[in-house]
């Protein structure tokens, strides 16, 4: 299993863009990595997934470089309904044994 | 559109004593987990199933039972509650196959337990 490592906390502004990193050294040829959001009290959700290159939906960018070792989280311009903890997860999602571990997250905590 | 629920939402507990945290999911997913999550912590994972008469341990299985005779229904059994499984407790389902977002964990709103 490709173990994670994330920033425990990061500070931001409101509408700064926010850039949260995730090194996966050694993740396996079939692994996606997935980001999540949890807010106190709740279970975590799902915000992007990807594999390579870069992902973007209506609220984040994922950005993997080409050895996918390590993946980028962008929120841009954050507000403070955006404060909460970041997991970084890699995991086999496609047809395989699917053993989801979280690494401890990184707090992130925006200002007004 | 339930999703997953989970029962119930708080309980007491006194050490020595057992109880069934209950996970439902109608979403027809084959994976489930539970995970448990201690104040200020990360998510661990206590068992998972990938699918109905199949579990596995996770990362602390240690006092902790489940099974999984149906694809809907996971439940997590503490046979002698101890302080230290004070915790609030998540169920997680997922599909694992093709497509879009396989793999996307859908989380319960929690099981909060006290074990004095």
């Known amino acids: 299993l490709a173990k994670t490592t994330q920033p425990i906390s990061m500070d931001s502004y409101e509408g700064q863009e926010v850039n949260i990193t995730c090194s996966h050294n050694n993740i396996a040829t079939n692994d996606y990595i997935t980001w999540y959001q949890q807010f106190p009290s709740q279970g975590p959700r799902f915000i992007i997934q990807?594999?390579?290159t870069k992902v973007t939906n209506e609220v984040a960018s994922l950005f993997i470089p080409a050895d996918r070792k390590s993946s980028t989280l962008s929120l841009p311009r954050v507000s403070l309904s955006d404060t909460a903890v970041y997991y970084c997860l890699v995991g086999l999602f496609s047809g395989g044994y699917n053993k989801l571990i979280f690494g401890a997250g990184t707090r992130l905590a925006v200002h007004p | 559109n339930a999703g997953v629920t989970q029962t119930p939402k708080f309980r007491i507990l006194k050490i020595g004593q057992s109880m069934t945290l209950q996970c439902a999911q109608d979403m027809n997913h084959n994976y489930m987990y539970w995970y448990r999550q201690d104040p200020g912590m990360g998510l661990k994972l206590i068992y998972y199933s990938v699918g109905a008469g199949i579990t596995d341990k996770g990362e602390v299985p240690n006092g902790y039972n489940v099974s999984r005779s149906t694809t809907e229904d996971f439940p997590l059994r503490l046979e002698l509650a101890a302080p230290s499984q004070t915790s609030v407790y998540f169920c997680?389902?997922?599909?694992?196959?093709?497509?879009?977002?396989?793999?996307?964990?859908?989380f319960g709103e929690g099981s909060r337990l006290t074990v004095l």
């Open positions: 997680a389902s997922s599909y694992s196959g093709q497509g879009a977002r396989t793999g996307e964990l859908f």
């Open positions: 990807g594999y390579k």
